[in-house]
T-cell receptor
Framework: DVKVTQSSRYLVKRTGEKVFLECVQDMDHENMFWYRQDPGLGLRLIYF???????EKGDIPEGYSVSREKKERFSLILESASTNQTSMYLC????????????FGPGTRLTVL | KNEVEQSPQNLTAQEGEFITINCSYSVGISALHWPQQHPGGGIVSLFM???GKKKHGRLIATINIQEKHSSLHITASHPRDSAVYIC????????FGTGTRLQVFP
């Protein structure tokens, strides 16, 4: 069974802290994605990765960075968390070829105080 | 204007009612995805279609490529169908609508 897991379901951090959100998939998928979801705005793409050590900016990369050192793991980093980064963060993965279907993790609800 | 628009934004229904959620898109897409998001956040895929119609249980999804429109129908709705239904179009990436929040009351 396809599985994408995220390190935390809920996270509370303070302004200025460095925050790591981790995503792991067990499907040997090449492509991985980080989204944030906000009311009225839907899901917006932050960063994605086509392969190990590769990364591409999405639509809203400002204030974020990513790391993909292993194929199964894609990390989202908030270098200095701010209150406007309070959001739901969702990770997804998909195979490079064949179906375009993305498989999502359960989400991390981050609150920055 | 969003490239993928859904309507309605919110929908309430009585158990047993027939539900329709609409999705219109303004960009060229290779496929349309209908994920479902339950309270708590997890997203599961319901359908992915590039033409015609697909059916899974009480759920039916249709797409009209010429009109750039897709619909998701739920027959004999049930309280467990309460969720957010999202429409997303594939270009070189997924472009998401803002979702339709459905509540079905017993």
């Amino acid at each position: 069974d396809v599985k994408v897991t995220q390190s935390s379901r809920y996270l509370v951090k303070r302004t200025g802290e460095k925050v790591f959100l981790e995503c792991v998939q067990d499907m040997d998928h090449e492509n991985m994605f980080w989204y944030r979801q906000d009311p009225g705005l839907g899901l917006r793409l932050i960063y994605f990765s086509y392969d190990v050590k590769m990364k591409e900016k999405g639509d809203i990369p400002e204030g974020y960075s990513v790391s993909r050192e292993k194929k199964e793991r894609f990390s989202l980093i908030l270098e200095s968390a701010s209150t406007n980064q309070t959001s739901m963060y969702l990770c997804a993965s998909r195979r490079r070829t064949g179906t375009n279907e993305q498989f999502f993790g359960p989400g991390t609800r981050l609150t920055v105080l | 204007k969003n490239e993928v628009e859904q309507s309605p934004q919110n929908l309430t229904a009585q158990e047993g009612e027939f539900i329709t959620i609409n999705c219109s898109y303004s960009v060229g897409i290779s496929a349309l995805h209908w994920p479902q998001q339950h309270p708590g956040g997890g997203i599961v895929s319901l359908f992915m279609l590039s033409s015609g119609k697909k059916k899974h249980g009480r759920l039916i999804a249709t797409i009209n490529i010429q009109e750039k429109h897709s619909s998701l129908h739920i027959t004999a709705s049930h309280p467990r169908d309460s969720a957010v239904y999202i429409c997303a179009g594939y270009t070189d990436k997924l472009i998401f609508g803002t979702g339709t929040r459905l509540q079905v009351f017993p």
